[in-house]
């Protein structure tokens, strides 16, 4: 069975720096596209990045663009959030996700799998 375990959230002071990890098990993800999406308290789940496991055609939203960097280690079956010049607006819960084939996928519902979230906190 699918796992996706993120870690690596918390409290920064705007400015700040976290690298969000998200490990994933249960399978072969090889023909997967990885995503991060966040949800801020009263408002939808929304799109971060997105990454191949294979390739490297990457998407990042316009708002965190130049800020974070989206990557992976195949070998440890990881992705990474590298969040920069973090802002208050930042605060959220930030989940990863995983799709089975396409690319480039922004939509939450267009996702297979999910992990449990990490609280990031950006205080002003």
């Known amino acids: 069975q699918v796992q996706l375990v993120e870690s690596g959230g918390g409290l920064v002071q705007a400015g700040g720096s976290l690298r969000l990890s998200c490990t994933a098990s249960?399978?072969?993800?090889?023909?997967?596209?990885m995503g991060w999406f966040r949800q801020a308290p009263g408002k939808e789940r929304a799109f971060v990045a997105t990454?191949?496991?294979?390739?490297?055609?990457?998407y990042v939203e316009d708002s965190v663009k130049g800020r974070f960097t989206i990557s992976r280690d195949n070998a440890k079956n990881t992705v990474y959030l590298q969040m920069n010049s973090l802002k208050p607006e930042d605060t959220a819960v930030y989940y990863c996700?995983?799709?089975?084939?396409?690319?480039?996928?922004?939509?939450?519902?267009?996702?297979?799998?999910w992990g449990q979230g990490t609280l990031v906190t950006v205080s002003s």
């Open positions: 996700a995983a799709k089975y084939g396409g690319i480039g996928n922004m939509r939450p519902s267009e996702y297979d799998y």
């Open positions: 249960g399978r072969t993800f090889s023909n997967f596209v």
């Open positions: 990454i191949p496991w294979i390739g490297n055609l990457i």
